[in-house]
């Protein structure tokens, strides 16, 4: 059972813009304040609602977003801010030799809410970041942890008994292929999930590619209650409870996001 905001362009933007002024700005501000002078890259930003609070601080902003249909959803949506010349939508892939040689160096934060978990090699994405970094620059991450009760983001699915359904999305690739084809998921479903399944990232690992990578991890903070479910079904966001945080994999089955602040 997809909720609204899978087909509603509106709503998720909304939802988007709200989280993001809400719960993303202060655990930035927590290490550096948001001030108009700042450069702001949002990589896969959708139809543009991470970037509203960025844009109403005065921030000159570029979202860049591989799929056409959500980056003319956010020209759409930031009409006001792109006819007033504060954002720029690009249609483009992040390693086109054309992005890094227009954007090198550029940017004091980057963006990537609930994006790196669908993007392959991510040893070789994190990495690469630097490449859009100023010096002192900084990178701002989060998502769900791959092991946490719908990291398989199963939500999507439209039987309703698989969208609530924890944790199945561990079970290996055929018995989880074989699942969602019982139940009557249609093959575009099937292989979004299938891909999420590869690409799914734990603390672990995150931590340990932005380590190897020679980034320092400046701000970071685990959910139980993740922010967006706030808007998605009405209940409060609530932080990780410190022990639970505190043990490796473990914390992963019951850490519904994490956000991540990172410095150049």
Not at 94 to 115: C, H, N, P, R, S
Not at 224 to 231: E, M, Q
Request: proline share 5%; glycine share 6%.
């Amino acid at each position: 059972m997809a909720l609204i905001q899978h087909h509603n362009e509106q709503v998720r933007f909304q939802q988007q813009a709200e989280n993001a002024r809400a719960f993303v700005i202060p655990f930035i501000e927590e290490v550096i304040q948001i001030t108009s002078d700042l450069k702001i890259l949002d990589i896969g930003c959708g139809d543009g609602g991470v970037l509203i609070p960025f844009l109403e601080k005065g921030c000159s902003c570029t979202g860049i977003e591989l799929d056409e249909t959500k980056a003319n959803f956010a020209r759409h949506f930031l009409e006001q801010y792109l006819n007033e010349g504060l954002v720029e939508i690009v249609n483009r892939n992040i390693y086109e030799e054309e992005a890094l040689t227009q954007y090198a160096g550029k940017f004091d934060l980057i963006i990537l809410k609930d994006v790196v978990e669908h993007i392959p090699d991510q040893n070789k994405f994190i990495p690469y970041l630097k490449k859009f970094l100023k010096p002192s620059g900084f990178v701002y991450f989060g998502f769900p942890p791959w092991y946490m009760p719908h990291g398989g983001h199963q939500q999507v699915c439209s039987n309703k008994f698989l969208s609530i359904l924890p944790w199945f999305h561990l079970l290996p690739t055929f018995l989880y292929k074989g699942v969602l084809q019982l139940f009557g998921e249609n093959q575009f479903t099937i292989k979004e999930l299938l891909e999420i399944k590869d690409t799914g990232i734990s603390i672990e690992r995150f931590e340990g590619i932005v380590l190897k990578s020679n980034y320092t991890i400046a701000a970071k903070t685990f959910y139980l209650i993740n922010p967006i479910y706030k808007y998605k079904f009405g209940v409060q966001p609530r932080k990780q409870f410190k022990l639970i945080a505190s043990i490796p994999f473990f914390r992963n089955f019951f850490t519904t996001c994490v956000y991540y602040l990172i410095k150049n």
